[in-house]
């Protein structure tokens, strides 16, 4: 059974840092494109950052590029979402996701997704 568990949300000021993580298990997790998603209220969902399985490219959403760092971790099975400048419209709840193709992370054709965590940003 796979399981994506992310952890290190939480509440923080307006221009603070964050660091994510999601970890995996049951999941071959070098072989799959991992990502963040998020969902704000009111908003629909967004894929923020994705990081290839094959050559570790990385593609963020223009809303957080250069703010944003996302990596892996083969060994430990782990991708991470750094998080700096955060902005009050960052509060969502994001989610860790995983698949093959690294075009559909985060899609109605993604293959797994985590339970969420909530970052809420205060101004």
């Known amino acids: 059974q796979v399981q994506l568990v992310e952890s290190g949300g939480g509440l923080v000021q307006a221009g603070g840092s964050l660091k994510l993580s999601c970890a995996s298990s049951?999941?071959?997790?070098?072989?799959?494109?991992m990502g963040w998603s998020r969902q704000a209220p009111r908003k629909d969902r967004e894929v923020v950052a994705a990081?290839?399985?094959?050559?570790?490219?990385?593609n963020y959403a223009d809303s957080v590029k250069g703010r944003f760092t996302i990596s892996r971790d083969n060994a430990k099975n782990t991708v991470y979402l750094q998080i700096n400048g955060l902005k009050p419209e960052d509060t969502a709840v994001y989610y860790c996701?995983?698949?093959?193709?690294?075009?559909?992370?985060?899609?109605?054709?993604?293959?797994?997704w985590g339970r969420g965590t909530q970052v809420t940003v205060s101004s």
């Open positions: 990081i290839n399985w094959s050559d570790g490219r990385t």
């Open positions: 049951g999941l071959p997790f070098s072989t799959y494109a």
């Open positions: 996701v995983a698949n093959r193709d690294m075009g559909a992370l985060g899609s109605s054709r993604c293959d797994y």
